[in-house]
Each structure stands twice: as structure tokens, then as C-alpha cells.
């Protein structure tokens, strides 16, 4: 199972034990996730999923919310985008139910952005309405609503609590989205996923090592490329001298070059007797390749 479907199945399975908990997660569901249907003079909320545990979740607490109300389930299987089998859920409500909601007015939420309830509703926004990208792959979390005034009142909230989240228009549908890897953690922590939140640390821990190993090799690569081109060059140059035209100083050093390709300036200068720093040991053979050019070499001589 990848990270994303194990999310999805932790967060289905929270089951808040305290009723008040219970109607805000459900507040969330049914609020960002459901349609208003008219059949037979009779209003009802349709709620859609192509998950099956999160229908069921949806039938437990509407029996614990509204114990008498009745509910239907049932299946579709959709074309085109997106297609595939869906999971229906369908009950009876009233206006006053539907205001309780906030299907009249997004203000009635506010009761449920308390310290208390906010995790609950707004995990079950996510549930509802949320994606998750594969971590391994990219950072990116959204939620997707179809309803601007919403969109905003919930973007908000988020930006209160000090979660990073964006907004932008897709067909238009508004999707709030966090692309910073801590700022997603965080918010997987506080809808109440601990499992997932500590898989995520690891990932992001994971990730990180290997991008720090991989800019020290890449960064290793670069420099044993330039050690190899520089003393390439001198090489050929000094090859193209007479040792015993060389000054003293510069005699060693063009030595040492010859039989140390590989060799970093500062190991060569650990080589000199005494040992010279590796901006004296780069100025001499600067010196020694001044004279090379005065004598005439060219890159295509041998």
C-alpha cells in the first residue's frame, strides 16, 4: 500500500468517541462532499466516494447523529473523468438541517472551528474532498471545493492555525494546496494520522540524506573534473619545456605535477620540501605555464 492510500485508510478509521466530535467530522464530510437532490417533494443529501470505508464511516455516524433518519446505499459506475465504480450514501433532511449543515450560510461553521472541533472538521474535509501526491515522487497536498465562498472560509481557518496553504482556480473548482514538505506533516499530524505523520518524517528525513549525498558527489564529481583538465593542461605544458630553463622554484613543482596527475594542489604542496600552501603552489605553476605560452605552446602540440 503506498503512502497516500495508508493515509487514507488511518484517517477513516479515527472514530472520536465524543458525539460533538462525531456531527463536526460529519459536518465536514457532508458539507464539502454532498449535493442537495430533490425526489418525490422530498429533499435529500447525495454524498459520492469511490471508498467504501468512508461511505460506511458516513452511515455509522449519520445512526449515531440521526438515529431515526433513514439512508439508502448504492453503487454507480461512472464514464468519462473521473469514472470507475462510486459508493453512494443518500438521506432525508430539512431546511433547518440543511442550515445546520451551513448549505445557507458558511458562517454557521464557525462553531466548529473551536480548538476543540477544528481537527475533526477539517479531517473530515479532507476525507471528503483531499489529495495526497506520492512524498517519493513530490510534496503536494490539496483540497478541492467547489464553492469560492467556502473555498475562502476554510483557507482562512487554515492560515490562522499557521498551515501554509494556497489557493487556485481549476475549472472552477477552488483547491487549497501546501507544497512545503514540514507544513504537510504537520497538518497530517493534526488531522489526527500519527502513524502516517511519522512515516512522512521519515520519508522527508530519507529524502533529505539522499540529496545531500547526491550534491556531495555531484559537488566531488565537479571538482575531480576541474583537477583533471587543470593538470591535464600543465602537464602538456611543462612537457613542452626544458627542465633546466626552468628557475629553481619552479623545478620541483613541475616535478611533482608530472608524477602527480591526480594530485589536488594542496597535496602537492604537502609533497614540497618544505611544504608550500595551495595558493603558492597554484602561483608557480601559473608561472610555469606564463613561460609555455612565451615559448609558443599551443593546445594541439603534443
Known amino acids: 500500500m503506498n503512502f497516500k492510500e495508508s493515509l487514507r485508510t488511518e484517517l477513516f478509521t479515527i472514530q472520536p468517541p465524543n458525539k460533538e466530535e462525531v456531527e463536526s467530522e460529519f459536518v465536514g464530510i457532508i458539507r464539502t462532499g454532498a449535493v442537495i437532490k430533490k425526489h418525490s ?5 447525495h454524498f459520492s466516494n469511490r471508498h467504501p470505508a468512508l461511505i460506511k464511516k458516513c452511515v455509522t455516524y449519520k445512526k449515531i447523529l440521526f ?4 439512508h439508502t446505499i448504492h453503487v454507480q459506475e461512472r464514464r468519462g473523468i473521473p469514472g470507475g465504480i462510486f459508493y453512494c450514501f443518500e438521506f432525508p433532511v430539512t431546511n433547518d438541517l440543511l442550515d445546520q449543515f451551513g448549505f445557507q ?3 454557521i461553521l464557525r462553531s466548529f472551528f473551536n480548538h ?8 473530515g474535509v ?3 474532498r483531499g489529495y495526497m501526491g506520492d512524498p517519493l515522487r513530490g510534496y503536494h497536498i490539496e483540497i478541492q471545493l467547489n464553492s469560492e465562498k467556502l473555498a475562502n472560509f476554510i483557507l482562512n481557518y487554515l492560515q490562522s492555525l499557521q498551515f501554509d496553504f494556497h489557493s487556485r482556480t481549476v475549472k472552477g473548482d477552488v483547491n ?3 507544497k512545503n514538505s514540514q507544513s504537510i506533516a504537520d497538518f497530517i499530524r493534526f488531522l489526527g494520522a500519527h502513524q502516517s505523520y511519522l512515516e512522512m518524517e521519515k520519508i522527508m528525513v530519507e529524502k533529505s540524506t539522499i540529496n545531500e549525498i547526491t550534491r556531495w558527489v555531484n559537488y566531488e564529481t565537479a571538482n575531480l573534473n576541474k583537477i ?3 593538470s591535464s593542461r600543465q602537464r602538456k605544458k611543462i612537457h613542452s619545456l626544458d627542465f633546466d630553463d626552468l628557475p ?12 602527480n596527475p591526480c594530485s589536488s594542489l594542496r597535496e602537492i604542496g604537502d609533497l614540497c620540501i618544505p611544504p608550500l600552501s595551495k595558493s603558492e603552489v597554484h602561483r608557480r605553476l601559473n608561472e610555469i605555464e606564463k613561460i609555455a605560452d612565451k615559448k609558443g605552446f599551443t593546445e594541439n602540440q603534443t
Open 228 to 230: 583533471v583538465a587543470s
Open 41 to 45: 417533494h422530498q429533499l435529500l443529501l
Open 248 to 259: 629553481l622554484h619552479l623545478q620541483e613543482i613541475a616535478r611533482l605535477r608530472i608524477e
Open 116 to 123: 476543540k472541533l477544528a481537527a475533526h472538521f477539517l479531517r
Open 126 to 128: 479532507f476525507e471528503s
Open 105 to 107: 450560510d458558511v458562517d
Open 67 to 70: 438515529p431515526r433518519s433513514v
Open 176 to 178: 487549497l494546496y501546501i
